[in-house]
């Protein structure tokens, strides 16, 4: 069960005791208490766990400080959406929303190589109005043998640069707790001019200790991506041990899944899952086309799959999109042959903006078709 308490109740105050005198003598209940600090408001939840079936919703609600209980069934506690729940289903980053209703892009450089290649990608952004990208600096690798990515020394420069070109929010991956350290000690070190969400990719979906590490942070939003080769169930849950730690700024990513070898895509595409993520839980989704597909094939239509399948994402409401650009492919240290080019930055934004506007038109299609009445009715 979770306890929504009013705006603005005083931790300290008479209410407040009262309520926390009551739980703290309920049998086999514990209290988790998380508190949410916005803007203009702070609010307060408290997650009651263990034997709850016997607490009545209109009697915890009689509490003063109570504004609404929920009942939450055992899946994605936090995360989750529930009966009768309408907790908020987006978050801010400096600067930025990251919710289910609008949609940011992330291109960015696969693998950081060099100062040049970052200046001139954030160069680009800054000029197309963007001010998100992704920036891979640990790069976990399937042959030892690969790069491995530049580390905690390219940090410092990819951190000034973002903040020459009005970049807020960096994409970089982790996989290890130690690259948190890292990071936050190369923001100290600049000045913090810019922003990171740690990127907890599909090989470490399941490192139970790495989520419960960013879990515990409060600092940086994580984008959980899907593990390649496990259900939806166990990635969602994966998302909800961040939550259960302390930290609910999570994006889920989607990236395609593992198939069978000769596939024409790198994985099998699974971005028909936005809608399903977006009814089981209150996360915004991310959709990765470039790992997804992983090659610049075009149809004969003359549109790139990694074009066809983000505008597929887009259309069912995906809101991020990371992607993988490069200023000169051949010399990209990863990933390159997937790579979009930098003179294709405009289109791929522009083509992205069609889908967008196409989707927000279904949806104003649906809500008058149903007209408020119920879709599955
Ligand atoms: C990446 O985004 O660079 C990456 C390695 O992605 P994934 O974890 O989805 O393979
Ligand atoms: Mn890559």
Known sequence: MILILKENTDSNGEEYRQLMEYLANLENVEARIHHETGTEKTVT???LIGNTSTLQLEEMESFPCVDRAVR???EYRILGRHHVDNRTT???????????????????LCAVDTPAHVGIMMRALQEHGQTCTRMGAYKPRTNPYSFQGHGKSCLPYVFELAGKYGIRVIAIEVTHDLHIREI???LDLTGQPTGVMLQIGTRNTQNFELLKSAGRQAEFPVLLKRGFGITLEESLNAAEYLASEGNRRVVFGLRGMKTNLGDPHRNFVD???IPAVHRLTRMPVCIDPSHSVGSREADADGIMDIFHVTAQGV???????LVDFH??????LVDGPQALHMDELGYFLEDIQIARKAYEQRVQLARGHYDGKDVAG
């Open 315 to 321: 259309i069912a409401g995906a809101n991020m999109i």
């Open 45 to 47: 939840e408290i997650y």
């Open 90 to 108: 987006h978050f801010e980053y400096n600067g930025v929303r990251f919710g289910q209703d609008n949609l940011n892009v992330f291109a960015g």
């Open 184 to 186: 936050r000690e190369a």
């Open 327 to 332: 200023p000169a492919p051949s010399k990209a």
């Open 271 to 273: 971005f028909a899952h």
């Open 72 to 74: 939450v069934s055992e």
